[in-house]
């Protein structure tokens, strides 16, 4: 699924270029999912429990795919770190299997596209 994922974003960002707006790039990677039969949540909220309780505090990702993938978007490599942190979080309380952080800004995506997989899932 990662490699379909990113052929989805590959196609966008060889149609668009490096250095577009984020949410341009999200609605075209949508668009893209779509035409490819690829279900997904876009700004999909995602609940946080501990230890019995739902936490108000909501966590947000780009995108999840087909409920086993988060997607993070990011348009700076300065807030990589932030960004990573995040994403590391909506995958451990989303239950997602993995994490994808992308950053469309890069001239090659391959550099802006990494993979993290969820090695502590938080369950309710």
């Known amino acids: 699924m990662a490699t379909l994922i990113y052929d989805c974003a590959r196609e966008v960002h060889a149609y668009t270029g490096p250095g577009i707006l984020p949410e341009i790039f999200k609605s075209c990677l949508a668009h893209e999912f779509r035409l490819r039969g690829i279900r997904f949540r876009m700004n999909a909220s995602v609940a946080v429990h501990y ?19 988060a997607i993070e978007l990011i348009s700076s490599v300065r807030k990589a770190e932030e960004h990573l942190k995040k994403l590391n979080t909506v995958v451990s309380f989303s239950g997602c299997s993995m994490g994808v952080l992308l950053n469309p800004a890069e001239e090659r995506l391959i550099d802006g596209f990494k993979k993290i997989t969820n090695l502590k899932r938080i369950t309710l």
């Open 51 to 69: 230890k019995g309780i739902r936490i108000e505090e909501k966590l947000f990702a780009d995108f999840i795919i087909e409920e086993e993938i």
